[in-house]
């Protein structure tokens, strides 16, 4: 199969790279079985953490009042972090303004909407990782060691050099630097709409890596001239961000990652997907958190690698979801669950006055992998306790409310679409133990030519056709999309067959296969968003706006410009290997 040899031709390449460039893999881990990993996690008693609130970095300056551009420096260290009471501190890779103030996940950044902001981000690892990686997946190998990183604002509308493309990344004091390496400041325009974005590490074949090793956080974009009218809960006490992120880790407090590929003879450590027995919130596992009675903003954000959270709260409130992703709903919609993907976020209310019980459960009940793997246990079932005050102590001066209407942005429409793209996505097999060895967008390499190069100002219809058995969150950088339609596939073992040849909807067909079973996309997801679920075995339709949604206008500054942008995949353990697609705009 020639997707085969030019793969082995390719890993080849990567090994040779690898061991010329003195690749420096961390120390060998102590050996460990599931048993012992699961015994450790389920050693930490729940609800014992307070939930920590992140330290707040403002993304402006207030000179008389007045908030004016800034220009932040934010680094990345390598220090300890206590995930539990009874845990030993763990090495982890975390931002901060300094060492001394870094924290896992990093600090909340607090922008405001219309006035920009620059950031250096740098990069003070050590030489070594702390976790494995895998040199045969297309991976950023620095010549004389380092961690490379390269920042990635999720959700942000900035212009491409800013943008943290996969190939731009730099190792400490930038003493290398990927290709695509423009600049050490990045700036943020800040001009989209408010909501909640977040930043993470975003270097070639390291993603998911240097995500489990800690470096993420959130950027909270305001509005208050817009945002003050809706009267949804705020300040710092009632609007809180809440970053779910799974993992195991060793007994001394060490995060674990196997370092063992499912194929080992193709890729000595990648494995298809990363889960974690513990379940940790703004980095504690299982914390609590006391709360009034009255309303609070939660903006849920999922940073795991590859679990998806199914949440709902075990006294059965509801959460009205007022938005998702970086968009607000037209109106809010009451849900008693919530499905979260890898890097999705939601932002809902949750209004504890009428709670009948003195504690809530944050539970979680997806299967994972999601939706066809293993029910989640006693330990990855459970996230978090709310602890609610006794009835009496009803909270009298809580002037929040859910509105009866949100914001509205450009409406989805799809008939001004110039342009009509079919993504298909594969997952590739070793034949001998079945075992995924690598997944591929239009069964392209990352590195392949740019195919999905829209104009700025344009909308776009993209159908994204699963062909594998795994849900696959999808991620355009820069443009914001959402599913209109979502039909299933007839005739699939056909179809597939036919596409895995000749990588064409269009040939094979697909007006006579993508017309089963239509099945309804949520309420609450029904907004301007940059992750979207994609089911197996359905054809998704999306609008894409390569535009801001706010105003329908073009963007401020120039999207044309190189590196690019990319689109992918954001089950991390598949975006390094390699379900990446660039995605340059063109004039
Ligand atoms: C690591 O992965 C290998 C290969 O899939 C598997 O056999 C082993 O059980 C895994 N180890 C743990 C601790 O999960
Ligand atoms: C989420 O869990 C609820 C039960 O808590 C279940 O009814 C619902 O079907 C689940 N959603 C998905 C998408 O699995
Ligand atoms: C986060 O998203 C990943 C990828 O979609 C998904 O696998 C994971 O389950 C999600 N976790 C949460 C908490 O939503
Ligand atoms: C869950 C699900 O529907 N998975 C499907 C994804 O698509 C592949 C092939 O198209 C099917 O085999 C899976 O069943
Ligand atoms: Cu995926």
Redesign the pocket.
């Known amino acids: 199969m020639a997707a085969r040899a030019e793969l082995a031709a390719l890993l080849l390449v990567a090994v040779a790279v690898g061991v010329a460039a003195g690749f420096r893999p961390g120390p060998p881990p102590p050996p460990v079985s599931e048993d012992t990993l699961e015994k450790v996690a389920a050693s930490l008693e729940m609800y014992v953490d307070l939930l920590p609130q992140m330290p707040k970095v403002l993304g402006y300056s207030l000179k008389s009042g007045h908030p004016t551009p800034t220009h932040l420096t934010i680094g990345m260290y390598q220090k300890k972090w206590k995930f539990h009471r009874d845990l030993p501190a763990t090495t982890v890779f975390v931002f901060g303004p300094s060492a001394e103030s870094a924290t896992f996940p990093g600090p909340t950044i607090e922008a405001l909407q219309g006035v920009p902001l620059w950031v250096t981000w740098e990069n003070h690892l050590p030489d070594r990782h702390i976790l494995p990686w895998d040199p045969t997946v297309p991976t950023a190998i620095p010549r004389s060691g380092g961690v490379p990183t390269v920042v990635h604002l999720h959700g942000g509308v900035h212009p491409p050099q800013s943008d943290g493309h996969a190939l731009a990344w730099f190792t400490a004091g930038f003493r290398e630097r990927g290709r695509a390496w423009t600049t050490p400041t990045y700036a943020y325009p800040n001009a989209q709409s408010p909501g909640v974005l977040w930043y993470h590490d975003h270097a070639l074949g390291l993603t998911r890596a240097n995500l489990l090793a800690g470096l993420l956080g959130a950027y909270v974009l305001r509005n208050p001239a817009l945002e003050a009218p809706l009267r949804l809960p705020s300040g710092d006490a009632f609007d809180r961000v809440l970053i779910l992120a799974d993992r195991s880790f060793y007994a001394d407090g060490s995060i674990f990652m196997n370092r063992t590929g499912d194929n080992p003879g193709v890729h000595p450590e990648w494995q298809p997907e990363y889960f974690g027995d513990a379940v940790t919130v703004n980095g504690k596992a299982w914390p609590f958190l006391p709360v009034a009675r009255r309303r609070y903003r939660f903006r849920v954000i999922n940073t795991s690698n590859a679990r998806f959270f199914n949440l709902s709260l075990s006294n059965g409130l509801p959460f009205h979801v007022v938005g998702s992703d970086t968009s607000y709903l037209p109106r809010p919609v009451a849900v008693p669950h919530l499905l979260v993907a890898v890097s999705e976020t939601f932002d809902v209310v949750v209004d504890f006055s009428a709670s009948a019980t003195p504690e809530a459960e944050l539970l979680n009940t997806a299967p994972y992998p999601f939706p066809d793997g293993d029910a989640p246990d006693r330990l990855n079932g459970k996230v978090m306790k709310f602890v609610v005050e006794p009835p009496e102590k009803v909270c009298d001066d809580d002037h929040s409310r859910v509105p009866a209407r949100l914001l509205d942005y450009v409406k989805v429409g799809g008939e001004e679409a110039v342009q009509r793209r079919y993504i298909g996505l594969y997952e590739y097999e070793d034949k001998a133990t079945g075992n995924p060895t690598h997944?591929y967008i239009n069964g392209k390499r990352m590195e392949d030519p740019a195919t999905e190069t829209p104009r700025p100002g344009t909308t776009e219809v993209w159908e994204v056709i699963n062909l594998t058995e795994?849900n696959?969150p999808l991620h355009l950088h820069l443009a914001t999309f959402q599913a209109v339609r979502v039909r299933g596939i007839v005739g699939l073992e056909e179809f597939k067959r036919c596409m895995e040849t000749l990588y064409d909807a269009v040939r094979c067909g697909v007006g006579r296969h993508a017309v089963g079973e239509e099945v309804a996309v949520p309420e609450h997801e029904r907004t301007w968003k940059n992750v979207v679920k994609m089911p197996p075995g359905f054809m998704t339709t999306v609008v894409v706006k390569f535009l801001m949604v706010e105003t329908g206008r073009s963007y401020p500054f120039d999207a044309t410009a190189e590196p690019g942008y990319v689109y992918h995949?954001h089950?991390l353990d598949?975006e390094d290997n390699a379900?990446t697609r660039p995605l340059k705009l063109i004039k």
């Open positions: 997944l795994d696959h995949c089950i598949h379900m």
